[in-house]
Structures are given as C-alpha cells and as structure tokens.
C-alpha cells in the first residue's frame, strides 16, 4: 500500500478533544466515529499524548482502520476511517 499524506484528508467529522486528558479523548472518538458512515474518516484533533497509543488499539480492537496521525502545532491530528 502506498504511503498517504494524511495533511490532505478531507474527514467526515471532527472531534476536537484538545485539552481533554486521557481518556477524554478516546471517548469522544467513541461518539464521533458514530457520526461518520462506514468508509468515511473521523479525524480526531488531541494534545494528550497518550492519544497517539490510544486510538490505534482502540480502532483496531473494534474493528476500525487506523491511517495515522500527523504533528500540528501543539497537538496531534489523528484519522480512523470506520469499517462497521
């Protein structure tokens, strides 16, 4: 699989969990990836860096594509596309 420029993901939705520690942020990606249709990203916006192991085994566990994050300034940019 070729390597995507996750800067240029256009996502569904996004949740904004900067200033929410852990768990903040894995629950409200719980809640927004509700409001994605499968197949469409949820990007999640976090400056908890315990987010970055979170989300990945999260996303997995479910059954969720986990496409990366990419550094902001501050905080991270964290994309799932829902599968299910």
Request: proline share 6%; aromatic share 4%; with cysteine.
């Amino acid at each position: 699989m070729a390597e995507m420029d996750l800067s240029t993901i256009n996502p569904a939705t996004v949740v904004d969990a900067r200033g929410s520690a852990c768990p903040g942020p894995l629950l409200e990606a719980k809640k927004g990836i509700g409001k994605v249709k499968i197949g469409e990203t949820l990007e999640i916006l976090s400056n908890d860096p315990g987010t970055r192991n979170d989300i990945p085994i999260w996303a997995k566990k479910v059954g969720h594509e986990y496409l990366g994050h990419v550094e902001a300034d501050g905080y991270d940019r964290l994309f799932v596309v829902r599968n299910k």
